[in-house]
């Protein structure tokens, strides 16, 4: 070893200058930024302090060797060229990891095995006994990166990567790494508020990591002296060339005592730090992990909603750094726009003055905090792309002067009906508004209790589970609520940009506070989504990606639906009498389902004895989910029963053209296409209300002459095209179709069409 060895670094991308600047901290000077990492030179001890007091990097390197190779021979030979007896012996255990972006030799996973069998073969060769391969927990971590400019050979000197400190044996859910929260607390200058004496708070401390790293970092703890001192070794602990001279040991024993000197001397002047969460499982686990870090028990742990009544530990404003729940991995980004809008408005009630950093990976979330942030830095929390926002909190009186003239407008036309002035004097009467807003409330409240002791008895008298309770009868809450057994599912129509934003969040979170209570489920069961306008088929597209299934009742049959990923669920309520009807029409006739979404018109169809069944539609995941459907219900557990339904992925315009060249005939035919589609899979964009006689007409040709289409549409002002009348006989259904729970918003429109004019009457 000499002075001027060569070492890398790592760390997640987009934190390597604070890297930097903690190893310059640690006074080595030859350093150079990388994208995932800092290169310096220096002696062995630089790295070692690195591996001690780094906060953000990862991993620190020792680079071996560089070499260029031009195939996997090249490679197994540039490392068994190496005295690998003189860093290891066979008696350790070993970890290699290999990653490439070279142009030969290109799979990672094969350059690993190439690079085992040099160091592995090499020992055989020498002692006849060969290292063994542990890959949760080696004495000695090899790292290759291999590219056509340059291959470096590495020994990892950290051993098990750096955030893991020591102190957090047991996590929550989605835990926090522990360099991801240091970093976090450097972006948002934590250093600056600690040397002023000022306050550090996390009021949704979940594990408590934030909180353990603002207390190691304010009181000048190096974040790997726990790790040391618990026996929880480094890499470079069983690497030959560091325990075998004896200076070097020597050396490593002053920095460590030179840590803990630092340690009990910034213990003694730390400011106030505390942390709250809702649970009491997480606050537990948070001053377990306290006790563990041998943090003193002054810091401040409480059991608190950061929603509710949410209040600062000290009078003194200061920092306040947090992780609210994301939505990707826990909870559902729609519902949680709740938590941060309430969580927003604590913020402004309670913490003027204080400086408040939060992270996320949905702007959307961000935004409904109703605050502006002053800056914002790219963070990854693993592969996840987060953002740090840091806002100034202002009391809301300030807050509400300020916008006074951007506001006015919108605040009075919200409660032009309130009886008191909104804006008295120059100034935003908060009463007002507050008074409007609950009257408004307990209007949603009254509305939603009274469809549901309505519909209540009418769903238990027809044996109804799923059902809707509520769809837009108030204009302010603009929402649709759906029943489906215990499960709630809240679509909140898009509200105009002429709204206020924060009056529109208020309202959101009104339909959430009751909802569960009064449909009498819990809030887990509670599913939000926003219902946007869409474009072509996107109300089809996947939104989520949880695949939260559950099975539903209707009719005697069994139907799965999905609450989360879709905007819709998998099965349309409204058409409930719609799928009977199917049923009673359906026995011993060949039947057709057109559009047919995931198919619950054809399990209806093979309930009421369809000799046949077709169902058609472009998308593989609905008709996968169609024949789940079908399956459940036992329609097709044996050879025979799975010959009758043919299940058909195309564009149904072009098959439907097909099928008429085949001359193809169908005694049942149920069409409710989209109301407009311009697919990428589809040769044409379909417009129902261009494109409906076309649609029909080929029904149409496909009908045979004892048969009936049923043809459904949900497009708004739907005019039938009178050409249709000329080709057949057609009857408007549509309150024969509209059941009690759409009675007062129907969704959709029906009509029977036939060749014989007595077939009319179904």
């Not at 990492?37 to 906060?55: E, N, Q, T, Y």
Request: hydrophobic share 35%; with cysteine.
């Amino acid at each position: 070893m000499n002075s001027n060895n060569q070492f890398f670094a790592t760390c997640s991308k987009g934190v390597e200058d604070l890297v930097q600047k903690e190893l310059e901290q640690l006074n080595i000077k030859q350093t150079k930024l990388h994208t995932g990492g800092v290169s310096f030179a220096g002696d062995l001890i630089d790295a070692l302090k690195a591996c001690l007091w780094s906060r953000v990097a990862s991993r620190i390197l020792l680079q071996l060797k560089a070499f260029k190779i031009s195939s996997d021979d090249d490679l197994y030979s540039e490392i068994i060229s190496i005295n690998w007896s003189e860093h290891f012996s066979e008696d350790n255990t070993l970890a290699i990891d290999c990653f490439s972006s070279h142009s030969i030799v290109s799979n990672s996973h094969y350059a690993t095995l190439r690079v085992k069998d040099a160091i592995v073969d090499q020992f055989t060769q020498n002692t006849g006994q060969r290292p063994s391969i542990d890959r949760d927990n080696p004495d000695i971590r090899i790292n290759v990166y291999l590219s056509d400019k340059e291959c470096l050979l590495y020994l990892d000197l950290s051993g098990d990567a750096l955030h893991k400190r020591g102190y957090r044996l047991t996590t929550g859910t989605a835990p926090l790494r522990e360099t991801l929260a240091a970093s976090m607390l450097y972006r948002a200058k934590w250093p600056d508020y600690y040397e002023q004496g000022l306050p550090f708070y996390d009021p949704m401390c979940g594990s408590g990591t934030l909180i353990v790293e603002a207390v190691m970092m304010a009181a000048n703890i190096a974040p790997g002296l726990l790790r040391h001192n618990t026996g929880r070794q480094f890499g470079f602990s069983n690497w030959k060339l560091f325990v075998l001279q004896q200076h070097k040991l020597e050396q490593w024993d002053e920095i460590v005592l030179d840590a803990q000197n630092k340690k009990q001397k910034g213990l003694r002047s730390l400011p106030v730090i505390c942390g709250s969460d809702n649970s009491e499982e997480l606050v537990g686990l948070t001053r377990k992990n306290i006790k563990d870090a041998g943090l003193p028990s002054f810091i401040k742990i409480s059991l608190q909603d950061a929603t509710k009544e949410l209040t600062p530990c000290t009078e003194t404003a200061g920092l306040m750094v947090t992780n609210p729940p994301y939505g990707k991995r826990i909870g559902q980004v729609q519902l949680l726009r709740t938590l941060y809008h309430r969580f927003g408005q604590q913020l402004k009630a309670n913490f003027n003055g204080w400086t408040v950093a939060i992270i996320t990976t949905e702007q959307e979330l961000a935004k409904s905090l109703g605050l502006r942030a002053f800056r914002k830095n790219t963070l990854f929390n693993g592969a996840l792309r987060s953002v740090l926002y840091q806002y100034k909190i202002r009391s809301q009186t300030n807050a509400a002067l300020d916008k006074q003239g951007r506001n006015k407008d919108s605040v009075t036309q919200d409660n032009n009906n309130a009886g008191d002035a909104v804006i008295k004097h120059g100034v935003i009467n908060p009463a007002v508004i507050n008074k409007a807003a609950s009257e408004h409330a307990l209007m949603f409240s009254n509305r939603l209790k009274k469809n549901v002791k309505h519909l209540k008895k009418w769903a238990r008298k027809n044996n109804v589970s799923c059902y809707r309770v509520y769809d837009a009868d108030i204009p302010q809450y603009a929402v649709a609520i759906d029943k489906y057994e215990s499960w709630i599912h809240v679509q909140e129509y898009q509200a105009p940009k002429t709204v206020n934003q924060n009056r529109a969040f208020q309202r959101i979170n009104d339909v959430i506070d009751v909802v569960a209570d009064i449909l009498e489920t819990s809030q887990e069961k509670v599913v939000l989504k926003i219902r946007k306008k869409q474009q072509g088929s996107a109300q089809y597209h996947r939104q989520d990606k949880k695949d939260h299934k559950i099975t539903i009742h209707e009719n005697g049959l069994k139907f799965i639906i999905n609450m989360y990923d879709y905007i819709d669920t998998g099965i349309f309520l409204d058409h409930r009498n719609t799928r009977q009807l199917i049923k009673t029409l359906a026995n011993k006739r060949s039947f057709l389902n057109l559009f047919a979404y995931t198919g619950s018109a054809t399990v209806y169809a093979a309930a009421g004895g369809a000799s046949s069944t077709t169902t058609v539609d472009m998308s593989n995941t609905y008709l996968n989910w169609a024949k789940e459907n079908l399956a459940i219900n036992g329609y097709t557990d044996n050879v025979y029963a799975s010959a009758k339904h043919k299940f058909i992925r195309e564009d149904c315009l072009k098959w439907m053209q097909q099928a008429i060249q085949d001359d193809q005939k169908y005694q049942l035919i149920f069409i409710d296409p989209p109301t407009f589609s311009n697919s990428k899979k589809m040769e044409t964009s379909l417009d129902v209300n261009r494109d409906h006689a076309a649609l029909l007409s080929g029904c149409l040709a496909l009908l045979a002459d004892d048969g009936r289409i049923i043809f459904s549409t949900n497009a708004r002002s739907f005019k039938m095209d009178s050409s249709i009348k000329e080709e057949c006989f057609i009857k408007e259904i549509t309150a024969k179709t509209i059941t009690e729970d759409f009675r007062r918003n129907p969704l959709h429109r029906c009509w029977c069409l036939v060749k014989q004019e007595a077939l009319l009457d179904v």
